[in-house]
């Protein structure tokens, strides 16, 4: 081998070692911040069928703290609505999860007109007004 192969080598092997170095960095940046992972499963508390409810399941995956404010509601007269979850908001650390049961009665109200109106979209909200969308919410708010 010469000397001009071992420096194209070396130059080659450089550079793969610092493409390597940039990648790891981006996943260490990604991961190095709060993800919500948000679920819902539909739960019986009896045999009749009125009494089935919904338990909201948010988790954070990432490593910075996340701070949930809301749950909001989107109505099927086209209004939107929000709940507060705690006066300061609920942290959830790494790998911290939180639980809200929704059922029935919470998925039916009566708008400021008087006229019934029902749940169609659930999400919740952070301080810094990121939404978290619910994976099929709107099919289970109609099984419940």
């Not at 709940?83 to 609920?90: C, E, H, N, P, S």
Request: charged letters at 30%.
């Amino acid at each position: 081998m010469s000397y001009v192969d071992v420096s194209f080598v070396l130059s080659i092997c450089a550079i793969l070692i610092s493409l390597a170095g940039f990648v790891w960095s981006i996943h260490l940046g990604l991961r190095d911040r709060g993800r919500l992972k948000v679920t819902s499963t539909i739960y019986s508390s009896g045999s009749d069928e009125e009494r089935d409810y919904l338990q909201l399941k948010a988790v954070n995956h990432g490593r910075r703290p996340v701070i949930l404010t809301m749950l909001r509601t989107h109505w099927s007269d086209g209004t939107m609505s929000g709940t507060y979850l705690d006066a300061k908001g609920i942290r959830l650390g790494e790998n911290e999860e939180y639980k809200k049961t929704f059922d029935s009665n919470d998925k039916n109200e009566m708008s400021d007109e008087g006229e019934h109106r029902e749940a169609i979209d659930l999400w919740f909200e952070d301080t810094l007004g990121r939404k978290y969308k619910i994976y099929n919410i709107e099919k289970q708010l109609k099984e419940i």
